[in-house]
């Protein structure tokens, strides 16, 4: 931290800082200007250290020299993170990956369906929601643990890896047994509670940012993962709340290009919850990965119009298709090929 004085400031209180600094354990560097004086704080220095020198006689302001998220930073860790998921997927590291499927897991026919569609297309992860968080208690709130075998099933015969939301310290367990990847959703992304018992899986997960979180806000929720030892950490920007109502959600392509340079962690995109609008998620998913994303999130349903929930920005199969191809395309042209995915499975499986 860097520590300003007033103009008018003393001698005696500069060694009242020096003093203070000392017994944080910390050293301090007294740097004197034309105008003003500084004091540079070195060491571990926490937010209650910069509180207290903040209050003391003849400290203008202090200034935080170095991030306070440590774990997720690149200031720790300059290379890139690559978050190995089952069938040989890669997730960051510079080849993006399309992770699709239902917003929410219906029932057998509806899952297979959606799995073969986009496997074909060359998804590398299928994802379907078993518990969902609607913001109406009257809306289908998913099957539940039946529909998390189903996912796994699905997952199984076309041979994806497979990610659901975890709605609740309650569902962990049950997430972590039957899917590959823990989603955290943007309702919960300040569930600290949540985030750890995730985080003590081992399970990689898979942080939304929330709808009103700052970028800091959502990277230091991003620590609460990582400290329970779990470093396979995926960030997933989904909109943000704006005060425009056009679309559902304002899609931060500036968060994107910022994550990735702040944090080593693979970031994707979610252009279906970003946009809520199905004809934007193909040109939206072009911006996120000129932006940088590792990967898309795209919602995809055999039946949008019969989808129980997010029909409106969900894929058919053949649209998701057409939306790989021009990925894949793009992907080409910014020198960051898509990852290979995941061979087919034998067929009669
Ligand atoms: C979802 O992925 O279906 C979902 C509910 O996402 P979010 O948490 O971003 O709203
Ligand atoms: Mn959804």
């Known amino acids: 931290m860097i520590v300003v004085m007033r103009p008018?400031?003393?001698?005696?209180?500069?060694?009242?800082?020096?003093?203070?600094l000392v017994m944080f354990g910390l050293q301090g560097q007294p740097i004197r200007g034309v105008e003003r004086e500084v004091i540079?704080?070195?060491?571990?220095?926490?937010?209650?250290?910069?509180?207290?020198?903040?209050?003391?006689?003849?400290?203008?302001?202090?200034?935080?020299?170095s991030k306070p998220y440590k774990l997720?930073?690149?200031?720790?860790?300059?290379?890139?993170?690559?978050?190995?998921?089952?069938?040989?997927?890669k997730v960051g590291g510079g080849h993006p990956v399309f992770m699709a499927g239902p917003c929410a897991i219906e029932g057998e026919d509806q899952i297979l369906a959606a799995a073969r569609g986009v496997k074909k297309a060359g998804a590398h992860v299928l994802r379907g929601g078993a518990f969902k968080?609607?913001?109406?208690?009257?809306?289908?709130?998913?099957?539940?643990?039946?529909?998390?075998?189903?996912?796994?099933?699905?997952?199984?015969?076309?041979?994806?890896?497979?990610?659901?939301?975890?709605?609740?310290?309650?569902?962990?367990?049950?997430?972590?047994?039957?899917?590959?990847?823990?989603?955290?959703?943007a309702r919960n992304m300040q569930n600290f509670v949540l985030l750890q018992e995730a985080g003590k899986t081992g399970?990689?997960?898979?942080?939304?940012?929330?709808?009103?979180?700052?970028?800091?806000?959502?990277?230091?929720?991003?620590?609460?993962?990582?400290?329970?030892?779990?470093?396979?950490?995926?960030?997933?920007?989904?909109?943000?709340?704006?005060?425009?109502?056009?679309?559902?959600?304002?899609?931060?392509?500036n968060a994107v290009a910022l994550v990735k340079r702040l944090s080593h962690l693979p970031v994707?995109?979610?252009?279906?919850?970003?946009?809520?609008?199905?004809?934007?998620?193909?040109?939206?998913?072009?911006?996120?990965?000129?932006?940088?994303?590792d990967g898309l999130m795209i919602e995809v349903h055999p039946n949008p119009d019969h989808a129980l929930s997010d029909g409106a920005q969900s894929l058919t199969p053949n649209n998701f298709g057409d939306l790989a191809n021009e990925a894949r395309r793009l992907g080409e042209a910014l020198s960051r090929p898509f990852a290979e995915p995941p061979a087919s499975v034998a067929s009669g499986a």
């Open 72 to 89: 997720s930073s690149r200031e720790t860790h300059p290379k890139d993170t690559i978050v190995e998921l089952p069938h040989g997927v």
């Open 203 to 253: 399970k990689p997960v898979l942080l939304k940012r929330g709808m009103s979180a700052t970028i800091e806000e959502w990277l230091l929720a991003s620590e609460y993962v990582m400290s329970q030892n779990n470093p396979n950490l995926i960030l997933c920007e989904r909109g943000i709340r704006t005060f425009e109502t056009a679309i559902r959600n304002t899609l931060d392509l």
């Open 133 to 185: 968080p609607r913001t109406s208690p009257y809306s289908f709130q998913g099957l539940g643990l039946d529909a998390l075998k189903l996912l796994r099933q699905a997952g199984d015969e076309v041979g994806l890896p497979v990610i659901t939301e975890c709605l609740s310290v309650r569902d962990v367990d049950v997430c972590a047994e039957y899917s590959d990847v823990l989603q955290i959703g």
């Open 8 to 20: 008018d400031h003393t001698p005696e209180q500069v060694q009242a800082v020096m003093d203070r």
């Open 40 to 65: 540079a704080g070195l060491g571990q220095v926490m937010q209650e250290h910069r509180d207290e020198i903040s209050m003391m006689a003849g400290v203008d302001e202090v200034i935080r020299v």
């Open 268 to 293: 994707i995109a979610d252009p279906s919850h970003g946009t809520g609008k199905w004809y934007l998620v193909r040109p939206m998913s072009m911006a996120a990965l000129a932006a940088g994303a």
